[in-house]
């Protein structure tokens, strides 16, 4: 008897375990790589970052997501390279797989757009290392006032600037607001947190930019009425420790802050290089793989490469980094492996887009779905239904669930954990300092 169809997975994100669950049934031997044991609902890493949820909440063990397909092993690694002319998988600890089918799917990593000494002073949001970082230095920023004697320094510990206004960066400062004006109004003696300084910056004319303009006006609005202060037009030039340099066309200033949080841009993880080189395949300016309409590379029909890696171009624009892009490319490569193995032809991909949802705070998101565009209320709950059944596992709905509806009714956000403590004076926000 012949051996089954090996099919390597690269990442346990949206589209790699949408891709290896839909093989379930499939002839082949499926083999799932991840550098984590866990699948991760990146959506709602910004309520984890304002406490408003637990790591756990978020987060779904592989193994345990894929116990029932037999035909389907996972293992836990960190891949280093591909070599297509011998179809092997490469692991840093020199080991290596082979494959009949490869998919790709390692997503997308941070971009300080060539300020990479940005990162220690600015965390970004992708991962739950990143969000219990975030969650650590705004907590100890509202500790760090309480001690405070000094007004103007005190203020600076109150101001905190969020880079970047896409729908990240518009959750992640609708959160702190909250955070500062509803859960921690009665927490402190001497400072009011209500009165924290919400600084959300983005380069072009408006907040969610890839929304409708009727949409980022609403985002706008609802953001201005949960006090945060958003300026447009705005770049940042300079991140330091105590403060945060912003450039607009007509003027230049300076924010004394000790808290950036940086959602302004992502890159492709380095692996799409590194299969670009091998492979002479082209890579936009983010570096994601320019893919085939099949999501296969340019002369390597056995490798696919999907999700946020991933180029794809659809009636003239590319499609968006979005889980379900990710989600539909994961079952698509999955159809196409079964077609052929069956020796049938199948289609080229399509995105079936169902429209956009951005929550701003309690009670207040944008929706827009296929042209019907609605707001406020109804979009707010529309926006919860559809993160609830986008979690993998049920036991997290129910504790998601049982955690939204605690805070609607109390306000309190019950993660407001401070993993490390760091002396509050220490300049150097990267080094720990242990009382």
Known sequence: ?????????????????????ALRRAPVDVTLVDRRNVHLFQPLLYQVATGGLSPGDIVSPLRWVLRRQRNTRVWLSDVTGIDPARRTVLFSDGTDLTYDTLVVA??????????????????????IEDAIEIRRRVL???EAAEREPDPRARAAWLTFVVVGGGPTGVELAGALSELAR????????????????????EGVDRVLPTYPPSLSRKCYRSLERLGVTVRTGTFVTEITDVDVA???????ERIATRTVLWAAGVKATSLGAALAEKTDTKLDKAGRVIVEPDLSIPGHPDVFVIGDLAYVEQDGAP???VAPVAMQQGRYVAKMIKHRLAGKPYRPFHYNDRGQLATIGR????ADLKGIRFSGYPAWLLWLFVHLMFLV??????????????????????????????????GDTTRPVHP
């Open 140 to 142: 100890l920023a509202f």
């Open 182 to 201: 509803d859960t921690l109004r009665h927490d402190f003696r001497s400072i009011d947190p209500a009165g924290s300084r919400i600084l959300l910056v």
């Open 319 to 321: 499609l968006p980094g």
């Open 393 to 426: 596992e049920f036991q997290n709905r129910v504790l998601v669930l049982i955690q939204w509806a605690w805070h609607y009714f109390t306000r309190n956000r019950g993660a407001r954990i401070i993993t490390e403590w760091r002396a509050a004076s220490d």
């Open 106 to 127: 390692t997503g997308v990593g941070n971009h300080y757009f060539g300020h990479g000494e940005w990162a220690s002073r600015a965390p970004s949001l992708k991962t």
């Open 246 to 252: 912003l450039k607009t066309a007509s003027n230049r």
């Open 363 to 366: 009670a207040r998101a944008v």
């Open 1 to 21: 008897m012949a051996n089954p169809h090996r099919v390597v997975i690269v990442g346990g994100g949206f589209g790699g375990l949408t891709a290896a669950q």
